[in-house]
């Protein structure tokens, strides 16, 4: 059974129909066809040389323009001025969290004050962890 599938398709590939055979034929003897066919090549090879010296050129003006750019100092300072005011209004509207020791949104804090940024909570649960996003406390790291 393999044996006359596979003879099936042969037959399907070797025996096409006669039209089919002509114009296989013709694309492949005919002189238009082989014209046209190295006329588009040439057109595709002038568009990438074209695209090509494109891209040089911008290149070329972008270091021109490069060598006469300056940085505009006023505009900086002015940024850092803006970022420092977000960050203030940011710290106002939320508060910080500067003495407590923060990974992964979850503050570690020593004690009921929650000033413990020397480290000295106990390793075995006797600090208190507080995760930032729930404002929920748990007893133990694990717990979280």
Same mark, same amino acid.
């Given at each position: 059974?393999?044996?006359?599938?596979? %003879? &099936?398709? @042969?037959?399907?590939? /070797?025996?096409?129909?006669? &039209?089919?055979?002509?114009?296989? /034929?013709?694309?492949?003897?005919?002189?238009?066809? *082989?014209?046209?066919?190295?006329?588009?090549? *040439?057109?595709?090879?002038?568009?990438?040389?074209?695209?090509?010296?494109?891209?040089?050129?911008?290149?070329?003006?972008?270091?021109?323009? &490069?060598?006469? /750019?300056?940085?505009?100092?006023?505009?900086?300072?002015?940024?850092?001025?803006? &970022? *420092?005011?977000?960050?203030?209004?940011?710290?106002?509207?939320?508060?910080?969290? %500067?003495?407590?020791?923060?990974?992964?949104?979850?503050?570690?804090?020593?004690?009921?004050?929650?000033?413990?940024?020397?480290?000295?909570?106990?390793?075995?649960?006797?600090?208190?962890?507080?995760?930032?996003?729930?404002?929920?406390?748990?007893?133990?790291? /694990?717990? @979280?």
């Amino acid at each position: 059974m393999k044996f006359g599938f596979f %003879n &099936l398709k @042969i037959n399907l590939i /070797f025996n096409k129909n006669p &039209l089919q055979k002509l114009v296989e /034929f013709v694309r492949k003897h005919d002189k238009r066809v *082989e014209l046209a066919r190295q006329r588009q090549k *040439e057109r595709n090879e002038a568009i990438q040389k074209k695209v090509e010296e494109q891209r040089k050129q911008a290149i070329r003006r972008n270091l021109e323009r &490069l060598e006469t /750019f300056e940085k505009d100092e006023e505009a900086e300072e002015k940024h850092l001025m803006d &970022l *420092e005011q977000i960050e203030a209004a940011l710290d106002a509207q939320f508060g910080t969290v %500067n003495s407590a020791r923060t990974t992964a949104g979850v503050v570690e804090s020593g004690g009921e004050d929650g000033a413990s940024g020397d480290g000295s909570a106990d390793e075995d649960g006797g600090g208190e962890f507080r995760c930032i996003v729930c404002e929920k406390t748990f007893k133990s790291r /694990f717990s @979280i």
